[in-house]
């Protein structure tokens, strides 16, 4: 059986995930999404690995969760659905994760796009969450983290009519940071990761976290956390490493101390 997902990396610091179920536009199966979970803690674990970018194909990037799948789960399915976990694993990773969306960016697709702290678009990208369509609505961040990327009327016309946008509206709207050529998608969102990985990683990852925070904080707190976070680094080799390369007018070598 071909492998549903493949994983090439490190290189550079980086890990690359391709979702490849190409006969069900990448829907999200159980099975797929274990094997992205399971991928996703053998990068955590592994100290060479700074920074992720998923990816699908060129025809899609995910068409959602699987249709299939769902339609044979009841009430009681659903609340015991494994999938459910593996949402939640997605969330909590710890690293940089890029999501490099060419096409069919649908529902579950979009939500697990949208996990991506950083979205590189091809020019071909559809984002949408058509789950109104059948009868359903969103359940993994469609509803919550879409109307934080792109606003409420927006993501509200988007949920309730099921009608997906394209590359340069998402960009417009703030959901995406870049478009670009289809063909050039991945090596773009690669590029992004390898500079990312070249930094300092515990800057890195306060930096990031701090920004996510803002998402769930007031001011107040977000500025506090910051500010904590900030100094904190005064305690590391890679600031002290940072600060003298600048002075010195030399590249830093960071070593994650
Ligand atoms: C299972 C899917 C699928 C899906 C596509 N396929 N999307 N199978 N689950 N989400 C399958 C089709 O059945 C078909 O299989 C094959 O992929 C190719 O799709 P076509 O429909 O023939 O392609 P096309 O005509 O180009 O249309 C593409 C499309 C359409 C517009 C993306 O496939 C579509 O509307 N898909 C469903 C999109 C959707 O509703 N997503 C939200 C799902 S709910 P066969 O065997 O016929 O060739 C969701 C909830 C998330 O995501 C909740 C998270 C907790």
Request: with cysteine.
């Amino acid at each position: 059986m071909p492998q549903i997902l493949l994983s090439e990396g490190p290189d550079q610091g980086v890990r690359l995930l391709t979702l490849n179920r190409p006969e069900a536009l990448n829907a999200l199966n159980t099975a797929l999404l274990d094997v992205l979970s399971k991928e996703l803690d053998a990068a955590e674990a592994d100290p060479d690995t700074r920074a992720v970018v998923i990816t699908g194909s060129e025809r899609a990037f995910a068409a959602g969760a699987d249709i299939n799948e769902m339609a044979a789960r009841d009430l009681v399915g659903m609340l015991e659905d494994p999938r459910t976990q593996h949402w939640a694993r997605i969330a909590r990773f710890t690293k940089p994760l890029i999501t490099a969306v060419n096409g069919f960016c649908l529902g579950g697709g979009c939500e697990l796009a949208m996990n991506g702290d950083i979205i590189i678009a091809g020019n071909n990208a559809r984002f949408g969450q058509p789950e109104i369509n059948l009868g359903i609505m969103p359940g993994a961040g469609g509803t919550q983290r879409l109307v934080r990327a792109v606003g409420q009327s927006l993501a509200m016309q988007m949920v309730l009519t099921g009608e997906p946008i394209g590359a340069e509206r998402a960009l417009d709207a703030g959901l995406v940071s870049e478009v670009c050529q289809p063909e050039l998608t991945v090596e773009r969102a690669l590029a992004i990761a390898r500079t990312i990985a070249s930094k300092g990683p515990i800057a890195v990852q306060l930096a990031r976290e701090a920004v996510q925070r803002a998402e769930d904080m007031d001011l107040a707190a977000g500025l506090r956390f910051e500010r904590h976070a900030f100094t904190i680094l005064a305690a590391t080799d890679d600031r002290r490493e940072g600060l003298d390369a600048f002075q010195n007018k030399r590249k830093p070598e960071f070593t994650g101390r």
